[in-house]
């Protein structure tokens, strides 16, 4: 059985607006961002800081993840989600809505392209019993 796509609904001026991650809709996040839909995973990943010291991110390292947030990618990201030609793509959102924007829709790209993968999205997972999970080993 086939799982139902992906959706995610946000508010836009106001108005609640569902977003169904689809086949349409992946092909269209790829028309505007002009890059496939992995590339855009892959570049959205780097605009979180990590540490590679398994610690909170150093200032420098939150400072480099900020400085590769790509206003134009992100808005054509949207304008793929949300039917908006990019072109009227600032006329549509306002810009202190525009990370929100992306942070939301964000959530449901990451599912859809887990499940176009073949992977369970996080609602899709089954509830695991507490007697049911891996226990650590006293051994």
């Known amino acids: ?3 139902p796509s992906v959706t995610v609904t946000v508010t836009v001026a106001g108005k609640p607006q569902t977003v169904v991650f689809d ?3 992946m092909v269209a996040i790829e028309e505007a961002t002009g890059m496939t839909v992995i590339q855009a995973l892959e570049e959205f990943s780097t605009y979180s800081p990590k540490s590679s010291k398994g610690k909170d991110p150093t200032e420098k390292e939150v400072i480099a993840a900020a400085t ?3 206003v134009k990618l992100v808005s054509r990201f949207v304008s793929g989600c949300l039917d908006i030609p990019s072109s009227k ?3 549509a959102i306002p810009l202190p809505d525009l990370k929100r924007l992306f942070n939301e829709l964000g959530d449901g790209f990451v599912d859809a392209i887990r499940q176009m993968n073949g992977r369970s999205t996080p609602d899709e997972d089954p509830p695991v019993a507490p007697s049911d999970a891996p226990q650590a080993s006293a051994a």
């Open 68 to 70: 590769r947030f790509s």
């Open 23 to 25: 086949l349409d809709r």
């Open 1 to 3: 059985m086939n799982a």
């Open 89 to 91: 793509i600032g006329s």
